[in-house]
């Protein structure tokens, strides 16, 4: 019964509707603003650039939200994705405790990002858009929208930070294998990112000018809508999918986690995988503890002060209440680890301020050296962002270790590593810096946050 390695689903078990953790608030999250009358947005804010499917669940407060069957057919593809135990990481650990995980890597780009990227694929084609547009950091959200534009035959370009766009050619030529056009981000493009050049022509980029790029490209363009990754309620609701499914998990061996775990860097994977259980603690009191885990080179929930402030550089995006970095943030080129966005979801924030999450952060070598004992005993190479999460796992069962109690502990193992090698190699050859980011380059950022 309780002797086994994965536990496996069948098709027929993917979830038919998502989890709307807004319906369970204890106090509602505060709306989006828009920035020059700090009055709450109105849906026909977004209509030029989100179809109208994705912006009513923005703000939906229904607890459930119908899956479409196209999509359901298509997460067939990997879904349900299986539960592990990493047993052999506990005997190395010598712990009491049970240590599991969800394994995402198991989807066509190899994330948990495909999740949303097909139901917004989907959305954009019924509503008769033909081109999306959108930004991306390392790559992975790029490769999931790509391949969802193409399973959906839309267009897709993608403004991809420069630095990773020149040290990541792998990336971008699965986006290209899918169809997608790839530009290195700041572009001469748009006005946004010839903006950036005539500043600093050798700039290399970050998340915050992609999405401005991304933003106008759509807004100015009639068959053109634009894809966020992460972030967005919307994002957040189609990632539960992970959640759900591992509840179920859990509940074919007859367990419930003790401490979740997931990686945070807009909070999307964190918050699908974490939403469906902290149902049970917001609606029947059940205790656990979930932790949400960064860098401390890119720390927004823990030393990022809870503001409305821009998604994006060039301030197009309406204002949001999140912790956050300053929209002005550009993160340290030395930082190896991902999770390099300068806010974080609001439904995440607000949940931290409540009390129901719990944020810390790591430095990059020690995260690096938790996931190379990963890869020495459960053998899967994981992607740098998902580390953040196995080296909070390492730490909850050594500390279940010293209390001597039999916690079962779970993270979301969010993709693999097989394009972040270059990171893996800086660590084994003792190249990367740990960073803690000053606490004076914060508070100056903080100063082009609007006064709201
Ligand atoms: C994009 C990504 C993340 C971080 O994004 P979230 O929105 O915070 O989930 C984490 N892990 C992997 C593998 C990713 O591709």
Redesign the pocket.
């Known amino acids: 019964m309780s002797d086994e390695v994965k536990v496996v689903l069948s098709e027929k078990d993917i979830p038919t509707a998502w989890y709307n953790i807004q319906a369970d608030l204890p106090e509602p999250l505060p709306p989006p603003i828009n920035p020059a009358t700090k009055e709450p947005i109105g849906p026909e804010a977004l209509a030029p650039i989100f179809p109208m499917a994705l912006i009513q669940q923005e703000v939906s407060q229904e607890k459930w939200i119908d899956i479409p069957g196209e999509v359901i057919d298509i997460y067939r593809l990997w879904r349900p994705s299986p539960l592990y135990r990493a047993r052999n990481l506990e005997k190395a650990l010598d712990t009491p405790a049970e240590i599991y995980y969800k394994w995402e890597g198991v989807s066509p780009a190899g994330?948990?990002?495909p999740n949303t990227a097909i139901a917004q694929a989907y959305y954009n084609k019924a509503e008769g858009v033909k081109r999306l547009s959108t930004e991306t950091g390392a790559g992975?959200?790029g490769s999931a929208l790509s391949l969802a534009t193409c399973l959906f035959g839309l267009e897709c370009t993608v403004y991809m930070v420069r630095v990773s766009y020149d040290q990541k050619p792998y990336r971008k030529s699965m986006m290209h294998t899918w169809g997608a056009e790839v530009f290195p981000s700041p572009t001469d493009r748009t006005n946004a990112g010839r903006a950036v050049l005539a500043k600093d022509p050798d700039c290399l980029g970050s998340l915050g000018i992609a999405i401005s790029e991304a933003v106008e490209d759509a807004a100015t363009r009639e068959d053109t809508k634009y894809s966020l990754?992460?972030v967005l309620n919307h994002v957040l609701l189609h990632q539960t999918v992970v959640g759900l499914e591992a509840k179920k998990q859990f509940e074919a061996i007859g367990k419930y986690p003790d401490v979740l775990i997931g990686?945070?860097?807009?909070?999307?994977?964190?918050a699908g995988f974490a939403f469906p259980f902290l149902a049970d603690a917001l609606t029947k009191g059940k205790k656990m503890t979930v932790t949400a885990v960064e860098p401390t080179a890119c720390p927004t929930m823990t030393k990022g002060p809870k503001r409305y402030d821009f998604g994006d550089t060039a301030m197009t995006t309406p204002l949001l209440m999140m912790h956050t970095l300053g929209h002005t943030f550009i993160p340290p080129g030395i930082h190896a680890g991902?999770?390099r966005y300068h806010g974080m979801a609001p439904l995440v924030s607000h949940l931290i301020d409540l009390g129901f999450i719990e944020p810390v952060a790591y430095h990059q070598n020690p995260v690096f050296e938790a996931v190379i004992k990963f890869a020495r005993t459960e053998g899967f190479i994981l992607?740098p962002?998902?580390a953040h999460a196995v080296k909070a796992t390492i730490d909850a069962a050594l500390e279940a270790k010293k209390a001597g109690q039999k916690r079962v502990i779970v993270f979301n193992n969010?993709?693999h590593g097989h394009f972040d090698l270059g990171s893996y190699d800086a660590y084994l050859a003792k190249q990367l810096e740990d960073f803690e980011l000053p606490q004076s380059t914060i508070d100056e950022a903080l100063k082009e946050v609007p006064v709201v």
């Open positions: 994330s948990h990002k992975q959200w990754g992460s990686c945070a860097g807009g909070g999307s994977n964190f991902g999770l992607a962002e998902t969010s993709g």
